[in-house]
């Protein structure tokens, strides 16, 4: 890679053009996908792709609803939807210029009124929680959280939309299609599922290309070659060789690190260990010592476990005292910003060096599902009126103009472009489309890379931008793709411990990784026993009953 300065202004034009290509994505690392390892480097995805559109378009196709069906009798439903407190003055997260669009739209195909009930986007699973078993919630519900959904769908408090998606639901299995195995538990389906937009990455390393020139040292390709790098800025004194922090709710610093060490002989092994248990792999166990010797060595944050607020980390990479960092995929641009803007150049590039064992390199992403879409067992006799109207929205026409408001420009390429700010605000939009788009954002362009990095190139506000950047950020990426098997099922094992083991495990990891050298086995030892006996047996032992069951 060439050395080319980097980033100016321009990170706000980025994330808003992330933000474009599905980039920010919300949600956890559990189960979320009956997907299968893909491998990016394959031209095959794509095809692949459009054979599972071709089959779900058969199993909602059997009964195509005719256009006079569309237009029924008059029906009222209610809506959730996100509030975020950035209404524009004036408005209401509930009423305002998309809102009021979406209803003429609705009513006018269809003879159905909406009525929007906003639900804080903190904590919203407890809102939702609370509203369901008052029998208070709206005709439509979601959640990202897939644990929720079984629990739901399982104890009956679900509507069956089986048949409401096979006559209403063409548009969601022909242009959300890869997303929507994950919706039916035995043969049934309880959710449609939101089809996310750009393929991205589940975490994404950095290194400061500067000091790799400084050092006069190539870009790592391995483990070990990373290994030497670190030790070379901490013998330099350029800094703290590799940042972490200390958040407990994601294993995000560690895991594609970690993750390297176990091969995933098979799709077996891949399924009892996912990325929620990747960190307890026994293969696993000798990533975590590698870690442990680097932090004393002096290589990693000490202090980085009291940092859950993760405020030190980013504020180190701000001040450039950081030569490499393992983060969520454009977490670190904006501190990334304020430190090319200060030195005046180009620092961190993105970088894949954790070789698997047969010396390939494995990307986890993201599964290609959002948020699981419901309807109330109470709402039942709505259930058609509520397929008419999630599958209207799975249309990228109409999806489009919901992200991007019906008054969206596009560039020669046919990207969508996002109103300014002050547009938005002035005409009434809410601050944050994408909530009232809750089933597709898998447009055309999205998954183009070369279009992806072109447009965010041209939509740059600073001279440290450079195209080869963006493209090699794409390269580096969709190199190893890798989507973990998983299903729509969950055991009752994994219901009961597997939000408390998860928290444990993380917990588990920044000790192993922090305890002294000479105390590496026994404190690896110790907090494995104690992760078993807080349900991780249980759990493990569950996943792989289930897999064999298949």
């Known amino acids: 890679m060439q050395k080319k300065s980097l980033l100016k202004k321009s990170l706000a034009v980025l994330m808003a053009a992330a933000m474009t290509a599905g ?7 559990g189960d979320s996908s009956s997907s299968t390892p893909s491998d990016s480097s394959s031209s095959s995805s794509t095809e692949a792709a459009d054979d599972t559109q071709a089959a779900d378009s ?3 196709g059997g009964e195509t609803a005719a256009a006079d069906d569309l237009f029924g009798e008059e029906v009222s439903i209610r809506v959730m939807v996100w509030d975020r407190g950035n209404a524009a003055p004036g408005t209401t997260t ?12 609705v009513k006018e195909k269809f003879n159905i009124n909406v009525e929007y009930v906003s639900v804080p986007r903190s904590g919203s699973d407890d809102a939702l929680n609370i509203m369901m078993t008052g029998g208070q919630a709206p005709d439509i519900v979601f959640t990202y959280d897939q644990a929720l959904y079984f629990n739901y769908a399982s104890s009956g408090a679900l509507t069956d939309l089986t048949d409401a998606y096979g006559k209403y639901g063409a548009d969601i299995a022909n242009y959300c299609a890869e997303a929507q195995p994950i919706g039916e538990v035995d043969g049934k389906r309880f959710a449609v599922m939101k089809q996310r937009g750009t393929a991205n990455p589940r975490h994404t390393s950095y290194i400061r290309k500067d000091w790799l020139d400084e050092l006069g040292m190539d870009m790592p390709t391995t483990k070990e070659e990373l290994g030497e790098y670190l030790y070379a800025v901490k013998e330099k004194g350029l800094g703290t060789p590799w940042a972490m922090s200390g958040r407990g709710d994601t294993e995000k610093m560690y895991l594609n690190f970690v993750g390297s060490y176990v091969p995933l002989e098979d799709e077996r092994t891949a399924y009892i260990y996912n990325e929620a248990y990747m960190a307890v792999a026994p293969e696993a166990k000798e990533g975590l010592k590698v870690l442990n010797q680097w932090y004393n ?10 940092d859950t607020a993760e405020d030190a980390f980013l504020a180190a990479v701000s001040n450039g005292e950081v030569g490499f960092v393992l983060d969520d995929t454009t977490h670190i641009w904006d501190p990334t910003q304020v430190l090319n803007n200060a030195v005046g150049h180009e620092t961190f590039v993105p970088i894949l060096c954790f070789d698997l064992p047969d010396g390939s390199y494995r990307t986890p992403f993201e599964f290609r599902h959002a948020m699981y879409v419901m309807v109330p067992a109470a709402s039942s006799d709505k259930a058609e009126a509520c397929m008419k ?5 799975a249309d990228p026409a109409v999806a489009v103009n919901i992200r991007y408001t019906p008054e969206h420009e596009t560039t020669e390429d046919g990207v969508a472009l996002d109103l300014s700010a002050e547009d938005m605000s002035e005409k009434g ?13 898998n447009f055309d362009w999205v998954n183009d890379y070369d279009v992806m990095a072109q447009v965010q190139y041209d939509n740059r506000a600073s001279d440290w931008v450079t195209l080869e950047w963006f493209q090699d950020y794409y390269t580096v990426c969709n190199t190893g793709k890798y989507i973990f098997p998983s299903y729509g099922y969950i055991s009752e094992d994994e219901q009961t411990y597997g ?18 050298a000479d105390q590496f086995e026994s404190t690896y030892e110790s907090g494995y026993k104690e992760l078993e006996n807080a349900g991780l047996k249980k759990i493990l032992d569950a996943r792989a009953a289930y897999y064999d069951s298949l």
């Open 23 to 29: 980039l920010a994505g919300c949600g956890g690392s």
């Open 58 to 60: 058969s199993e909602a």
């Open 94 to 105: 509930e009423n305002n210029t998309l809102t009021q669009w979406i209803k003429d739209q």
């Open 297 to 306: 060595d002096g290589l990693i944050t000490q202090e980085f476990p009291t």
């Open 389 to 393: 109207y999630l599958n209207w929205m």
């Open 429 to 441: 939009y809410p601050g944050t489309p994408d909530d009232l788009s809750i089933m597709n954002l």
């Open 499 to 516: 939000a408390d083991v998860k928290t444990r495990m993380i917990n588990f990891v920044y000790t192993c990784i922090c305890c002294p």
